[in-house]
């Protein structure tokens, strides 16, 4: 178990997006998030007291988690003075990074020196099978995007949120480092070797009451074309009964790739379906979350207004505005 509370460590994050690994703790577990540290050149901003090392553990933290999600996972040779400190002053170090923390010779070596803990969160714990397609009980709904970072994990989130307010049985199923982290259980789907992340997912969403329901949090998006493979193997794994597609407006290009415009809504609820439809044939399109972080109140209502009448699905910013709709519109199946 990762001991907490926490220290987020946003490092030289280029933009809060970089940092959403630290954002997502400080939404969802924010009694865990007592404070940040941030390098020169950060642009990210949790909006917590800003500490030193010191200050934090004189503030009771146990845990220095790196709240980065960097372009392939590094650990970078900037942030190594901050978390070699860290492991002096008494703490443990959390990270959801393919490179992983223990893999790190000076970073294992003085945590073996001073008994510290080395969590890395995106090593799969579970031998998984490979996927048979056999149709499993109980409901699913994956969370399928535009693009990477567009808010799948928090529809999840506010969803099972939602569900539960109105007495559904809802359990969000955790496929990243973040909602690992936020939740202490799930599987780093893109850490899986390829032929058996599909198996992961049916591993993670198995049997279940006919009127439970998995909310599984979505990853890149099948037009994405660094990450396509890890969405694939969500939506044939997951054999979702719905869908709700997730996009954030304004994006000037796919994240990381800036020579790739993004994808309609309508062609993600199309192609996104029709993948679906491969393992569940019933399984259906039930609404639109908005990232509507950028907009005014006003700004966001209107569109969300204009994308529910053009697609004629229910259509909210589900952290903003709450995921009753969205709750509701499965709840119908």
């Given at each position: 178990m990762i001991e907490t509370?926490?220290?987020?460590?946003l490092g030289d994050a280029p933009d809060k997006l970089a940092a959403k690994v630290a954002q997502g703790i400080k939404d969802w577990r924010p009694e865990f998030a007592?404070?940040?540290?941030?390098?020169?050149?950060?642009?990210?901003?949790m909006k917590l007291?800003?500490?030193?090392?010191?200050?934090?553990?004189a503030k009771g933290v146990k845990t220095l988690v790196i709240g980065v999600a960097n372009r392939g996972g590094v650990i970078s040779p900037?942030?190594?003075?901050?978390?070699?400190?860290?492991l002096e002053a008494g703490l443990d170090l959390a990270s959801g990074l393919h490179n992983l923390l223990r893999d790190e010779a000076d970073l294992a070596a003085k945590a073996k020196e001073l008994g510290r803990t080395l969590h890395d969160v995106r090593v799969p714990s579970v031998k998984y099978p490979i996927a048979n397609g056999k149709k499993r009980a109980g409901k699913r709904m994956l969370a399928v995007g535009t693009d990477c970072s567009v808010g799948k994990m928090y529809t999840a989130l506010c969803v099972e949120k939602a569900m539960r307010e109105k007495g559904m049985k809802a359990t969000f199923r955790a496929t990243g480092q973040t909602g690992i982290l936020i939740t202490g259980d799930g599987v780093p789907l893109d850490a899986v070797i390829a032929d058996f992340m599909a198996g992961s997912v049916e591993y993670l969403t198995p049997d279940n009451d006919a009127d439970?329901?998995?909310?599984?949090?979505?990853?890149?998006s099948l037009f994405?074309?660094?990450?396509?493979?890890?969405?694939?193997?969500l939506v044939h794994g997951g054999q979702p009964d719905a869908l709700?597609?997730?996009?954030?407006?304004?994006?000037?290009h796919m994240r990381g790739l800036p020579e790739y415009q993004l994808p309609s809504l309508e062609d993600v609820r199309d192609l996104s379906l029709r993948i679906a439809q491969v393992v569940n044939p019933e399984c259906k399109v039930v609404g639109v979350s908005l990232n509507t972080s950028a907009m005014s109140d006003e700004?966001?209502?209107?569109?969300?207004?204009?994308?529910?009448?053009?697609?004629?699905?229910?259509?909210?910013?589900?952290?903003r505005h709450g995921a009753g709709r969205l709750a509701d519109a499965l709840a119908a199946l």
């Open positions: 509370p926490y220290l987020l460590f007592v404070g940040q540290l941030r390098l020169e050149g950060c642009n990210a901003d007291p800003d500490l030193t090392i010191a200050e934090a553990v900037a942030w190594k003075s901050v978390l070699i400190e860290a439970h329901w998995d909310l599984i949090e979505g990853q890149g994405h074309a660094s990450y396509s493979g890890v969405t694939m193997a709700i597609v997730c996009h954030e407006p304004n994006r000037p700004e966001s209502l209107a569109y969300c207004a204009e994308v529910e009448k053009r697609m004629g699905l229910p259509c909210v910013d589900p952290f």
